[in-house]
């Protein structure tokens, strides 16, 4: 029978080889961005996972083994879900908002995993792996809501309405832009 720190290091090696995926699509996802904010956030996000990986390699390092990868499917299969949407709408007024979809299946699915990775930590006793994934949650969390944010301050609208992906000032939204956004209160 399996015990929780075997299940643990297993989810854990699952994780890693997520992250590292990840550092493989995120480029580009960078360069089928057409919004200079997305591109941004996107390559904040490759900063962010690199530094993500380290503190997975201190958490292996904290249960006393060497990191090691497992073929993490779930996240093969939203990588090459998101290959699919950027290619669906490449060159569409569609592609940002659909890029940030895809992003935000993969926070979502690190939410997840990096939320029951602490509560085990906790629940092993090792505060110090636990406070680790505990940043790296913290993390994701705030990557999803600049997501989210960005698709509703910009890109929804972009993919709804056609307009441009300039940078234009919030101040002077058109009077369609407004109407989207008074339908967004109700």
Same mark, same amino acid.
């Given at each position: 029978?399996?015990?929780?720190? &075997? ?31 997305? /591109? ?10 690199? #530094? ?5 390699? !201190? ?6 083994? /060497?990191?090691?990868? /497992? @073929?993490?499917?779930?996240? =093969?299969?939203?990588? #090459? &879900? ?18 940030? +979809? ?7 699915? &690190?939410?997840? +995993? ?13 505060? +110090?792996? !636990? ?21 509703? @301050?910009?890109? @929804?609208? =972009? ?8 940078? &234009?000032?919030?101040?002077? *939204?058109?009077?369609? +832009?407004? !109407?989207?956004?008074?339908?967004? *209160?109700?």
């Amino acid at each position: 029978m399996k015990q929780l720190d &075997e299940l643990f290091l297993a989810e854990l090696a699952d994780i890693y080889d997520a992250e590292h995926r990840l550092t493989k699509a995120l480029p580009k996802m960078i360069k089928a961005a057409t919004h200079d904010e997305l /591109k941004e956030a996107f390559g904040h996000h490759l900063e962010e996972t690199e #530094r993500q990986i380290t503190r997975l390699e !201190a958490v292996f390092q904290a249960f006393g083994v /060497k990191p090691t990868s /497992k @073929n993490c499917e779930a996240m =093969t299969g939203l990588i #090459r &879900e998101a290959e699919e949407i950027s290619s669906e709408n490449h060159g569409e007024q569609t592609i940002n908002a659909a890029l940030i +979809s895809a992003a935000q299946k993969v926070e979502h699915y &690190e939410i997840a +995993s990096y939320g029951c990775l602490r509560e085990w930590a906790e629940q092993l006793g090792q505060d +110090s792996a !636990a406070e680790l994934l505990e940043e790296t949650l913290d993390e994701e969390k705030a990557a999803d809501q600049a997501l989210t944010d960005l698709a509703r @301050n910009r890109c @929804n609208r =972009t993919a709804q309405e056609g307009e441009t992906e300039s940078e &234009e000032d919030d101040s002077a *939204v058109q009077p369609s +832009s407004r !109407a989207y956004q008074a339908k967004r *209160v109700k």
